[in-house]
């Protein structure tokens, strides 16, 4: 699976959008972009993933660029309770079930 | 409600005296793995289940056994507990991935193991 960066932490002001970057220069063309979160110290929680198209679900926006070698992770709106480690995932789609989880952002939403 | 429970949520324990936690989750689900979690070292794969009775090591076994007896159940089992296996566990279940289905994990809350 291709290595992700993303940078260690980010602020955001409560009621903006946070936009949370993540490089994955040697992603495969069959891998798929997770974006999962964790709040403190309870389980991780799905986002949303997607391939090559942008994605957007109740929870947030995943644009990902022509190339695929960069992502962005958009709450368009963020909320005190979004403040938790956000983690940007490659993995072959249907191959395996199994996350290799990096470090991840520390989003901080400011009130 | 779709869940993966996890038990105990937290424990104090002693160097050498087994321990089980359990894991259960109600989605019917054939993969099922376990997580630890430790500061700097972000989550680290300890077992993995594609379906009853078939299990797996992933990338941290050592210390540590599992069990699928049954699709829901997938105990973690530490025979002779060691401080360093003082950490945060979790339990995560999914569908299998393929056949169009890309597998997203639900986690457990958590169990925060602690050995003296």
């Known amino acids: 699976d291709a290595k992700t960066t993303q940078p260690p932490s980010m602020d955001c002001a409560e009621g903006r959008a946070a936009n949370l970057p993540c490089n994955h220069s040697t992603i495969s063309g069959n891998e798929y972009v997770y974006w999962y979160r964790q709040i403190h110290s309870q389980g991780p929680q799905y986002i949303i993933h997607g391939l090559k198209n942008n994605e957007t679900n109740e929870m947030a926006s995943l644009i990902i660029t022509e190339d695929r070698k960069s992502s962005t992770l958009i709450l368009p709106h963020a909320t005190l309770r979004d403040t938790a480690v956000y983690y940007c995932i490659v993995r072959v789609g249907g191959a395996t079930n199994k996350l290799i989880f990096g470090t991840g952002t520390l989003l901080a939403v400011q009130p | 409600e779709a869940q993966v429970t996890q038990n105990p949520r937290y424990l104090i324990t002693v160097t050498g005296k087994k321990l089980t936690v359990t894991c259960s989750q109600n989605m019917n689900h054939e993969y099922m793995s376990w997580y630890r979690q430790d500061p700097g070292l972000g989550l680290r794969q300890i077992y993995y289940?594609?379906?009853?009775?078939?299990?797996d090591k992933g990338d941290v076994p050592e210390g540590y056994k599992v069990s699928r007896k049954e699709k829901r159940n997938f105990p973690l089992i530490l025979e002779s507990p060691s401080p360093n296996q003082t950490s945060l566990y979790f339990c995560?279940?999914?569908?299998?991935?393929?056949?169009?289905?890309?597998?997203?994990?639900?986690f457990g809350e958590g169990s925060r193991l602690t050995v003296l």
């Open positions: 289940s594609m379906n009853v009775e078939v299990t």
């Open positions: 995560a279940s999914s569908r299998l991935a393929g056949g169009g289905n890309t597998g997203e994990l639900f």
